[in-house]
């Protein structure tokens, strides 16, 4: 079973140990909100985050109490803790927060705005090239249904056919006399 009452110099190892894991708590903090500036995640991507990050502070803490006291909660670990949080918040995590955000208006204005114009400008060429390629696809399928002649005077080929035609043959006249292969009797 472990003793209650430490003596004060494992209370202040502890008590440092917990402010270094304070510092460390802050600084993953602090990374996950400059993936926020950065990325801009949506809004369940950030609950989830957020949550992973209080279950991964949660454990730090744990193993700080571990390490410090044999895992017996004490109050002056969750103080050390939040100094060390706040030290890191108040010193460091400023610079970062303004380091990100600088380096996000240096990619904003050199990188994502000129590949943003690019994109336009090539989304708008494809909107004008696809809008000739549909009216000249439809210019093509409208000519497409279009007969050489008028469907009443196609003339088709029977000699292929099984049905035979008959036709009435007429006799030419010649000179006006006889009709051609009509002998009288």
Not at 30 to 48: C, E, G, N, S, W
Not at 117 to 124: T, V
Not at 157 to 165: E, L, M, T, Y
């Amino acid at each position: 079973m472990t003793e209650l009452n430490l003596p004060l110099e494992e209370q202040l190892h502890g008590f440092l140990i917990a402010v270094a894991a304070g510092v460390l708590l802050g600084a993953l903090y602090d990374a996950v909100r400059v993936y926020r500036i950065l990325m801009r995640p949506p809004k369940r991507q950030v609950f989830f985050l957020d949550t992973a990050v209080l279950v991964l502070c949660s454990f730090l803490t744990f193993l700080t109490a571990l390490a410090s006291c044999s895992g017996v909660l004490r109050f002056y670990l969750f103080l050390g803790e939040g100094l060390g949080w706040c030290l890191y918040a108040f010193t460091l995590g400023k610079i970062t927060v303004r380091l990100a955000s600088a380096v996000l208006w240096v990619l904003e204005r050199l990188l994502f705005r000129p590949v943003q114009c690019l994109a336009a400008s090539g989304k708008a060429l494809l909107i004008r090239l696809s809008g000739k390629a549909k009216a000249f696809l439809k210019k093509i399928l409208k000519q497409r249904k279009k007969a050489l002649k008028p469907p009443g005077k196609v003339v088709y080929n029977r000699s292929g056919s099984s049905r035979k035609i008959k036709r009435k043959r007429i006799p030419a006249r010649k000179d006006g006399a006889e009709l051609a292969g009509h002998t009288e009797p």
